[in-house]
């Protein structure tokens, strides 16, 4: 049984001042670069988020190790059901720390709790005096090992802040210096789903954002796991953009996200056979069953070209879409293959004309 839909998108994500105060001074001096503010020499936040930062870097995995944990015999979520029903519990930014400083934006490394599990990642605040929108990007499938902290999108992502967004790349669990997670949690991708959630009310807990202006963008993996997001937490953001996209069924990423060669999933899938078939099981990860609960206004884009994401994937989800009246659009990009090259600035300048139009 699916949690219903709350009657009103806005106004609605704001978090309890009793942790809200606390993330706002743990970023004191990211607001403070943005107001112009000079921050003071050596504050007791600025101190722990660097003793935070050496901690993470001390611990941190040596390159190539492996991003999983021991596997689990049940996930504590296995189908989007599961996901609707969790609300997620983010916590305040920490390890705060300047990467990137331009006339037109800052970068910042930072992390964040998610449920209990720390996610690093970065947030790009625009020059200038919020609140502003915000985005949270979500990254495609990497080779974990290989994964460095706020990779996937950040060619992106400076244009988005330098339009005037306030932009977050959370690592998804497994990924840069989050929390491991098991393979077969990263399989059914309803944890990193968990993680964009935590990610929305973490940033928009944040007085330089507008709480009513947030909107998601996926690439890849990163577009399936914020369609997870759109279906099971309807009211959660007030826009998306999907960028070459994975399938909205799950059973077509079987082999570009690499789950057909996991024995984890096999022994999931092999268990849950005793009493469902395996259409249903897909099924039951499939945002395309949920659709009819999608609110928000979605902007796809994808190349003809595309290699490792059929174009026609994307086609037949913006079709699903609009049968249950959901304002979707789709722009094909001639030539483009999964990561774009000459369209990049083109189809970056795009989502944010669309973002500007439906998040007002």
């Known amino acids: 049984m699916l949690p219903p839909r709350t009657a009103s998108a806005r106004s609605r994500r704001r978090e309890p001042a009793r942790w809200t105060a606390a993330l706002v001074g743990a970023v004191a001096t990211v607001m403070a670069g943005c107001a112009g503010i000079t921050p003071p020499a050596q504050s007791t936040t600025q101190s ?12 941190a995995p ?17 189908t989007l059901a599961d996901l609707a029903r969790a609300s997620g519990a983010p916590s305040a ?34 020059t200038g005096v919020g609140p502003f929108p915000a985005i949270v990007s979500v990254h495609g499938y990497h080779p974990p090992a290989t994964y460095r902290v706020g990779q996937g999108m950040t060619r992106e992502e400076r244009i988005f802040a330098s339009r005037g967004y306030v932009v977050i790349h959370p690592d998804l669990a497994g990924y ?8 077969l949690e990263r399989n059914l991708g309803l944890a990193h789903a968990l993680d964009v959630v935590n990610a929305v009310r973490a940033v928009t807990a944040l007085d330089v954002v507008d709480p009513d202006r947030v909107a998601l963008v996926g690439r890849s993996m990163g577009g399936m796991i914020s369609l997870n997001v759109l279906a099971t937490h309807p009211d959660l953001v007030d826009g998306a953009v999907l960028m070459s996209p994975a399938s909205s069924l799950f059973e077509d990423n079987l082999r570009i996200l690499h789950i057909d060669r996991s ?31 999608v609110r928000a206004p979605v902007l796809v884009d994808h190349g003809t070209a595309d290699a490792v994401c059929p174009a ?20 094909l990009y001639p030539g483009e293959g999964h990561v774009f090259d000459a369209s990049a600035g083109a189809a970056a300048e795009a989502a944010v004309a669309f973002l500007d139009e439906v998040l007002g």
């Open 48 to 59: 722990t988020a660097q003793s935070t930062a050496q901690s993470t870097a001390r611990s």
């Open 62 to 78: 040596a390159p190539g190790a492996a991003r999983s944990a021991p596997p689990a015999a049940e996930p504590a979520m296995a």
């Open 93 to 126: 930014l920490r390890g705060v720390r300047m990467i990137e400083a331009t006339p037109s934006y800052r970068r910042y490394r930072m992390e964040y709790g998610s449920d209990g599990r720390s996610a690093s990642g970065t947030l790009t605040l625009p």
């Open 176 to 183: 840069g210096d989050s929390t491991a997670i098991s393979l």
């Open 263 to 293: 024995r984890p999933f096999a022994r999931f899938v092999a268990r849950r056979s005793e009493s469902q078939s395996a259409a249903e099981i897909y099924e039951s990860l499939s945002p395309r069953s949920l659709f009819d609960r």
């Open 312 to 331: 026609e994937w994307s086609e037949q989800t913006v079709t699903a879409l609009r049968e249950h009246g959901v304002d979707a659009r789709l722009v």
